[in-house]
């Protein structure tokens, strides 16, 4: 059986594809002479144009999808270019945070947060590059913006959560800090490492300081903490003794009456006691002492004028 074919080529114009069709010398024969031939091509000529305004469509429809693409690309930049705005607002406000909680400020390189070395991904790698590198461009320089913003925002998470914690240490720290004057009256004895006692006659130190006020006056708190005595102490007579916590321990002296007891939590300003003259005093006043961290301090400089 022959195997020859006929081989047909139709060319449009420089630049366009070569279409081709192929056919059997006997078909060719089948249809007959020069108008058989001519039928042919005509035939070619109709399927290049079926083939052709298919490949046109295409095309086309590929433009649409690359124009929707690339709105669709141009509104996520604009997310993200505002997604970074806000995110600076937040650096901003972190900075202030940080700074309230006594943390250095974060270095602006660091917030940039970048990546790089060997695995780090190229815009070649991106399957859309080789379609069309513009948009392929364009998706990737959009990832790479996510990526680093997606970053930036745990690296201020983290910030936020570091100075959150800091803060409430220091809220803590405050609260615990003997900071106000246990009970109203006038001073009548400073703090003072070599005193004559008023009774004993002898020079002792004084580790703290006396205030005189009628008997019962109200005796509180100086800062939240825990009873860890409240009762009778050879001198002191009635005193309650708190457990403030960071190294913070007051005393209380000379009460006539005692408001809490051991184990006891109190809070800054609450009632624990009222002035008296127990123990080894000439009247009543309240005998205030600060130790930190066991040492003796003078309590004037712990405490907060009102208005301050």
């Known amino acids: 059986m022959s195997t020859d ?44 144009g079926v083939v052709g305004s298919s490949a046109r469509l295409e095309a086309r429809n590929l433009r649409q999808k690359n124009a929707i693409l690339t709105e669709e690309l141009e509104v996520l930049q604009e997310r993200i270019a505002s997604v970074e705005g806000s995110l600076g607002q937040l650096a901003d406000r972190n900075a202030e945070v940080r700074d309230l909680a006594g943390l250095e400020e974060i270095d602006g390189e660091v917030l940039q947060v970048g990546v790089g070395g060997p695995g780090t991904r190229t815009p070649e790698e991106s399957p859309l590059w080789h379609l069309d590198q513009s948009t392929g461009a364009q998706a990737f320089a959009a990832s790479y913006d996510l990526s680093a913003l997606e970053r930036r925002a745990r690296l201020l998470a983290e910030s936020f959560s570091v100075a959150n914690d800091s803060l409430r240490s220091r809220v803590e720290l405050l609260q615990a800090t003997p900071s106000i004057l246990p009970t109203s009256g006038w001073l ?121």
């Open 5 to 48: 074919r006929w081989t047909f080529l139709i060319l449009r114009g420089t630049g366009t594809p070569v279409r081709h069709f192929s056919a059997s010398s006997s078909w060719v024969r089948r249809v007959g002479g020069g108008g058989g031939v001519l039928a042919v091509l005509l035939l070619g000529l109709a399927v290049w």
């Open 188 to 308: 009548s004895s400073r703090f003072n490492r070599s005193r004559v006692h008023p009774i004993l006659n002898t020079a002792r130190p004084h580790y703290g300081v006396d205030v005189s006020a009628p008997q019962g006056t109200p005796i509180l708190a100086s800062a939240q903490g825990r009873v860890v005595r409240a009762g009778w102490v050879p001198g002191l007579g009635q005193m309650v003794e708190i457990d403030h916590g960071y190294g913070y321990v007051t005393r209380y002296g000379h009460a006539s009456r005692l408001h809490v007891q051991a184990g006891q939590n109190v809070d800054r300003g609450q009632l624990i006691a009222e002035v008296g003259s127990s123990g080894l005093a000439t009247g009543p006043h309240l005998h205030y002492e600060i130790y930190v961290n066991g040492e003796p301090r003078n309590p004037m400089n712990f405490v907060i004028p009102d208005g301050a």
